[in-house]
Each structure stands twice: as C-alpha cells, then as structure tokens.
C-alpha cells in the first residue's frame, strides 16, 4: 500500500509560481503511474497532470498546458508540479493519486495541499 503526502501549497499572486511535492512511502514507486488532480469549491475534481512509470510520458489538462509540468525523482519517491503563470483560476486544493497502470484507477490518494492565486 503506497501512503502519499503532499506539500508546497500556499497563498501566491496571479502570474506567480509554485511548485508541489508528493512523497510516496510503503510500496515500489517506481511501479506507479502518478497523477496531480485539483478540486475547487462546488466543482468536480479534475485531473490537472499524469506521468508514467519512468517520466518519460506525461499529460495535461488542456488548461495548464505550457503552464505546469509534471516529473518525478524514482530514486527519491518523488513527484512534482511546477506551476507557473499562476491563474486565480487554479484555486484548488491539489492532490497526488497513484495507480498500477494506465488502465486501472487511482487507487492511492494523499490529503491534499491547498493552492490560492489571488488577483
């Protein structure tokens, strides 16, 4: 079982800059597809960034696309998101989620870490 935590959240200026962290424990982390997801009060969570096993793929929601990047340190049991150019509509509270594959769900989820862009 992988347990996630998340990090690097705060309160930022719009045209700002953050970047999370999500440390997994107890499991391969190398064997994981990861992901970043965000949910804003009164909206469905969506995903925001995905990554392969080896980081070499990676994938984003169109609206952060030249904006976020998403990587991962597999000797650290780490994955990132960089956000850059910050937009007041990427309030959220962010989350990393975990799965064995490309065709399983996220079966591993972290707490969370809140992300304010103010205007």
């Known amino acids: 079982q992988v347990h996630l935590v998340e990090s690097g959240g705060g309160l930022v200026q719009a045209g700002g800059s953050l970047r999370l962290a999500c440390a997994a424990s107890g499991g391969t982390f190398i064997m994981y597809y990861m992901g970043w997801f965000r949910q804003a009060p009164g909206k469905e969570r969506e995903s925001v960034a995905t990554?392969?096993?080896?980081?070499?793929?990676?994938e984003y929601h169109d609206s952060v696309k030249g904006r976020f990047t998403i990587s991962r340190d597999n000797a650290e049991n780490i994955v990132y998101l960089q956000m850059n150019s910050l937009k007041p509509e990427d309030t959220a509270r962010y989350y990393c989620a975990a799965r064995v594959g490309p065709t399983y769900g996220y079966s591993y989820w972290g707490q969370g870490t809140q992300v304010t862009v103010s205007s």
């Open positions: 990554i392969n096993r080896s980081g070499g793929s990676t």
